[in-house]
């Protein structure tokens, strides 16, 4: 059987973040509070000139070539930062990256979940048509009120991963786990710009539809827990992946093994919480840490509140090392700037949340595309000038 899966990944995170120690330092918290309580240093803060669009041009832009642009048919981008109630970010993405016009580009919506949703669309259509590429962007901004428990838990990034037939990172196992289940743990109804939150309640049933997602994924005949070299867990804060493993380990009766998670953790640890791409930057960042992980099994266990869960495989193929974009990701992460206070709630309060009609924004650092405002209710996106 042709293997199917992820040809291509990469990340992009905005130029600027808060330390957790200020925040710590501005509420009298001890800072290790963060630092061990919730297992997060700083996190990742876009200036006004970046919104979930921009952030998904900009990962996309870094790790395609012209003859991919070429050869994409479909664009998914998974969101819970979405811009417009119509208009799918995903087609002015679809622009920005010069894709062909006889390309489907849509978005999708499921809290932290849908861009596994989305993999599993992607790999399902490769599957039927073999020579066709799909691009999968999953691209956020966790956002939640200040002074809120959950404000250390905010964050930013965007993963663009290309998915073809013979994949040279990973491909798809067969088996998947699934669970949903109608809860209200977190949600943003349309009148919000930040959600709503019962954090403990969140994180018992993260714990919990883990738990059930896993006991599917072994009811539909998937691989034993020990035959995994590597855990990646959807990671709203990287503590949050310790007790779900620690949870698969005892149901499992297997001795907890932390070289198992923690490569996949550096990452998120720096960027924070990115909702639909926090999965998959954890699937990066094992794959930038690990020494190597050929021919080996990576469990993935995605959860997106309100709720979904999803237990999977990923078979990480010979030669990925190549593929890996380990420098540039480091550069990305060297090269962001820290924030003042200050600076930190001017970037918060977003002037694109007060309902302009028009709004010009300034340029600040980042990648290749911003946003660059709005002109009589119509978002316009630019190239960037180098701050
Ligand atoms: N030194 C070391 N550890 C300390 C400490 C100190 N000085 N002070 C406290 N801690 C520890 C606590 O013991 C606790 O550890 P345990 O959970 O292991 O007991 C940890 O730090 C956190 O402390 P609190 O429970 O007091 O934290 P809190 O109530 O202030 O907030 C939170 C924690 C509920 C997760 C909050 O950040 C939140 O609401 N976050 C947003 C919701 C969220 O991320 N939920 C996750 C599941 S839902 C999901 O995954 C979807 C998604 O992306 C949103």
Same mark, same amino acid.
């Given at each position: 059987?042709? $293997?199917?899966?992820?040809?291509k ?31 997060q ?10 919104d979930?669009? =921009? ?64 993999l599993?669309?992607?790999? $399902?259509?490769? $599957? ?35 998915? =073809? ?23 943003r ?12 309640? =969140?994180t ?133 700037q ?38 009589n ?11």
């Amino acid at each position: 059987m042709t $293997a199917i899966g992820i040809d291509k990944i990469g990340f992009y995170s905005p130029a600027y973040y808060l330390d957790l120690a200020s925040l710590a330092a501005r509420d009298g918290i001890d800072p290790q509070k963060y630092h061990q309580g919730i297992g997060q240093e700083r996190f990742a803060m876009p200036p006004h000139d970046e919104d979930c669009v =921009s952030l998904a041009a900009n990962a996309a832009a870094a790790i395609l070539t012209p003859e991919d642009i070429a050869a994409i048919d479909t664009l998914l981008l998974a969101t819970e930062s979405g811009i417009d109630q119509s208009k799918a970010a995903a087609v002015y993405v679809h622009r920005l990256l010069g894709l062909r016009p006889n390309c489907r580009a849509i978005e999708l919506k499921h809290a932290c979940y849908s861009a596994t949703a989305g993999l599993q669309l992607a790999c $399902a259509y490769v $599957a039927a048509n073999p020579k066709r590429k799909v691009l999968l962007i999953a691209s956020d901004i966790s956002r939640y009120d200040m002074h809120s428990a959950a404000e250390a838990t905010q964050g930013s990034a965007a993963v663009a991963m290309l998915i =073809s037939a013979n994949p040279r990172i990973a491909a798809l196992e067969g088996n998947a786990g699934c669970h949903t289940h109608d809860v209200m743990d977190f949600w943003r109804p349309n009148h919000r710009h930040t959600p709503l939150v019962d954090g403990k309640l =969140s994180t018992l049933i993260y714990l919990q539809a883990s738990e059930a997602a896993w006991r599917d994924y072994q009811a539909q005949g998937g691989a034993d827990f020990a035959s995994f070299a590597q855990f990646c867990y959807h990671l709203p804060f990287s503590k949050m992946g310790i007790k779900a493993h620690q949870r698969l380990c005892k149901i499992n009766d297997i001795a907890e093994d932390s070289g198992k998670i923690a490569a996949g953790m550096i990452y998120n640890r720096d960027i924070g919480n990115s909702y639909t791409a926090a999965l998959y930057l954890s699937l990066c960042s094992a794959l930038d840490h690990r020494d190597d992980l050929s021919g080996e099994l990576v469990g993935m266990l995605s959860y997106g509140s309100g709720c979904v869960a999803e237990f999977f495989a990923l078979r990480i193929q010979d030669g990925y090392i190549n593929q890996r974009r380990k420098n540039e990701h480091a550069a990305l992460l060297a090269n962001r700037q820290a924030l003042s206070l200050a600076q930190y709630e001017d970037f918060w309060h977003r002037q694109e949340y007060s309902q302009h009609d028009n709004l010009d924004l300034p340029n600040y650092a980042g990648g290749k595309y911003r946003f660059a405002g709005i002109e009589n209710n119509e978002r316009r996106y630019t190239l960037r000038e180098k701050a």
